[in-house]
């Protein structure tokens, strides 16, 4: 499952955003959304995990929480 991760510290990396939804189950992918020309974040990001209960038990679980002083928004990404 594909799950979007927002309102993200723009100082947040891709290996701690992997170590925080590896509390819930593996990751497979983790993509943080970069400007092209800056390259700093855009404070949003996906993760990719294969287990869709494993995904479903991460959103509920850190939907709303704090990271990094941010409460984040993590729900399952819509497509394009």
Known sequence: MNIYVGNLPYSVTD???RE???QYG???Q??????K???ESKG????EMNNNSEADAAIK????TDLKGRNITVNQAKPR
Not at 30 to 35: A, G, P, Q
Not at 44 to 47: A, D, E, K, L, P
Request: hydrophobic share 50%; charged share 10%; no cysteine.
């Open 30 to 35: 983790v993509n943080l959304i970069t400007d």
């Open 15 to 17: 290996a701690e955003l």
């Open 26 to 28: 593996s990751v497979d």
């Open 44 to 47: 949003f990001g996906f993760v």
């Open 37 to 39: 020309f800056s390259g």
């Open 20 to 22: 925080t939804f590896a």
């Open 61 to 64: 679980g850190l939907n709303g």
